[in-house]
């Protein structure tokens, strides 16, 4: 069983920059691919990015170029998030993921939420 704690969201103006962070626990990080995905007020759950074990990485069309996915060997990832848009705001999951896909696998973290405003 892999618990999933996001971190590091928060209010930012436009072109402002964060970076959320998932703390996983279990055996399972070094072995799944990590993804985040967002959910803003009355849309659907959609993809953000992924990274496999071996670092490759995938990104939504709408962030790509702006988001910066990394994982660590002390089974955290972070999403670095630049020239961020009042669109981006959302509350951010982390979850395991199949990267070919991009299916979410396993339990939802809590989530954080990132609010873009000026």
């Known amino acids: 069983q892999v618990q999933l704690v996001e971190s590091g969201g928060g209010l930012v103006q436009p072109g402002g920059s964060l970076r959320l962070s998932c703390a996983a626990s279990?055996?399972?990080?070094?072995?799944?691919?990590m993804g985040w995905y967002r959910q803003a007020p009355g849309n659907q759950r959609e993809f953000v990015a992924s990274i496999t074990t071996g670092g490759s990485t995938d990104y939504a069309d709408s962030v790509k170029g702006r988001f910066t996915l990394t994982r660590d060997n002390a089974k955290t990832v972070y999403l670095q998030m630049n020239s961020l848009k009042p669109e981006d705001t959302a509350v951010y999951y982390c979850?395991?993921?199949?990267?070919?896909?991009?299916?979410?696998?396993?339990?939802w973290g809590q989530g954080t939420q990132v609010t873009v405003s000026s």
């Open positions: 279990g055996s399972a990080f070094s072995i799944y691919a």
């Open positions: 979850v395991l993921v199949d990267p070919f896909s991009r299916t979410p696998l396993g339990s």
